[in-house]
């Protein structure tokens, strides 16, 4: 049995359209979480949602008042949500690894390059949930991300696609 459903996007650069198509897709959840570059005030976010939002600054973010990192407790583990571009995980994920070990945490949210990314090493799970707005993978498929935890503390990452670009 699932205990707890969170969406998780990134990249949205102010497409809020794409946020709600993302949304209305995804349907029911626990929690939100951005991962950054949202170019719009986070509140319009938030008002999409009747849960906990959860959102951090990206590098296009410069007016936006969110913090760069953050840790979020959830069932049986603690996240670590960053945008990435700090760390470099346009080059590799090894500085985010670092600092998701760093800061206790065994799951590691991340944006910034429009990709979507499932890694795991030295027990950190690192995602990365791609992009709502504007992909940059190959499929160019618009997507978001959905982790659900089980009554066990199991945990399943997974993306969405919402549509093409």
Request: aromatic share 8%.
């Amino acid at each position: 049995m699932i205990v707890s459903r969170i969406m998780i996007i990134s990249d949205s650069h102010g497409y809020n359209d794409w946020v709600k198509a993302a949304v209305k897709r995804a349907e029911h959840f626990d929690m939100l979480i951005h991962c950054g570059d949202l170019q719009c005030d986070p509140k319009e976010i938030e008002d999409m949602v009747s849960c906990p939002c959860y959102m951090v600054r990206g590098n296009c973010d410069y007016r936006a008042d969110l913090p760069s990192s953050r840790t979020v407790l959830v069932p049986d583990h603690k996240i670590y949500i960053v945008h990435g571009h700090i760390q470099g995980v346009q080059y590799d994920l090894d500085d985010l690894e670092n600092e998701a070990f760093s800061n206790g945490c065994d799951i590691a949210l991340f944006g910034h390059t429009h990709r979507p990314c499932l890694e795991q090493e030295n027990g950190i799970t690192m995602f990365n949930p791609g992009s709502v707005a504007q992909p940059r993978q190959d499929s160019r498929e618009k997507t978001y991300g959905i982790l659900e935890i089980d009554e066990y503390g199991e945990f399943q990452l997974y993306h969405e696609v919402i549509g093409k670009k």
